[in-house]
């Protein structure tokens, strides 16, 4: 019984292939498709700071696919993927990453959307869901439900940093500015998978100014600054601006590290502690044997 159900198999099979070729011959020529990978990664990008020495970066793999069609015609596709992110020292040259993780196959995940917290990278598309990442384990997603409190025309979001009571807040460059009855920005609670958009009320007005916002606690901690200009500010709920020992055009909040103006800085006691001999934006390169294997210092 075994043997002839194996030789009704081998029928079943050798019947597919000679319609298979039937219907090739009949369309004159079959279908060919090249699919390559590019040998190099592309797209490197900081995402994060572990700490004061480890940064961690994301890049991924591009491929193009090309179909020669039997009637002539082709079709010519390209995309990304296989995402990851790795961690290099940034303070001492070593031989290449300390670690890295692949976080995807052919298809673009979009994990990358940025630091939200210490060693938690977020990405994907937050109106629906949201990626999330942390060394040492692998991307898992939530589901989300939408709300919204008094406004409307949802925006995209580009930011997800800490915020009041364990939830997270997110932004766009430009929606804590927006007028009329539009939403300025949105919380996330990654307990209850839900992402509730709002207006800013009267306590929260004065974040309006922020080009970067986040909370530790109970406060509220707003940067501003004037990229042409040395005129960079350091808030604490709105009245209390914090002593900064020199000046910066630029900054932001990446997980429990301050940047301004370069130099990485911690919050000890409501206190601004800097590390003045680190300047990371330029350079940032990374050698293996003595050459340049990664160049972020445009």
């Not at 040998?39 to 020669?68: H, P, Q």
């Not at 925006?155 to 915020?163: A, E, G, N, Y």
């Amino acid at each position: 019984m075994k043997m002839k159900r194996f030789n009704k198999n081998l029928v079943v099979i050798a019947i597919e292939i000679m319609v298979a070729a039937f219907v090739c011959v009949s369309m004159w020529g079959c279908t060919d498709v090249d699919f390559k990978w590019e040998e190099s990664r592309s797209g490197a990008k900081v995402v994060g700071f572990v700490d004061d020495s480890l940064v961690m970066v994301g890049d991924y793999r591009c491929w193009s696919e090309i179909t020669d069609r039997w009637n002539g015609e082709y079709i010519d596709l390209d995309g990304c993927g296989r995402e990851r992110l790795c961690v290099y020292n940034y303070r001492v040259q070593e031989d290449g990453p300390r670690w890295c993780d692949s976080l995807s196959s052919e298809d673009m995940t979009g994990i990358f959307g940025g630091q939200m917290a210490d060693s938690v990278i977020w990405g994907g598309e937050v109106s629906k869901s949201v990626q999330l990442w942390k060394i040492g384990e692998r991307p898992h997603e939530i589901k989300l439900t939408k709300k919204s409190e008094k406004c409307s025309a949802e925006f995209r979001i580009s930011s997800l940093k800490q915020w009041l009571d364990g939830t997270f807040i997110g932004r766009s460059g430009e929606s804590l500015t927006a007028d009329g009855d539009t939403c300025n920005y949105a919380v996330l609670d990654t307990v209850a998978g839900t992402l509730t958009y709002k207006r800013l009320d009267k306590e929260l007005a004065w974040i309006k100014e922020c080009d970067d916002v986040r909370a530790w606690g109970d406060d509220v901690y707003c940067m501003s600054w004037n990229e042409w200009h040395q005129e960079g500010v350091l808030k604490k709920n709105q009245k209390d601006s914090l002593r900064i020992s020199f000046e910066f055009g630029m900054g932001g909040f990446w997980g429990n590290i301050i940047e301004l103006g370069g130099r990485f800085c911690v919050l000890i006691d409501s206190q601004i502690l800097c590390d003045e001999d680190v300047l990371w934006i330029r350079p940032l390169k990374f050698k293996r044997n003595g050459e340049v294997i990664l160049d972020l210092s445009e």
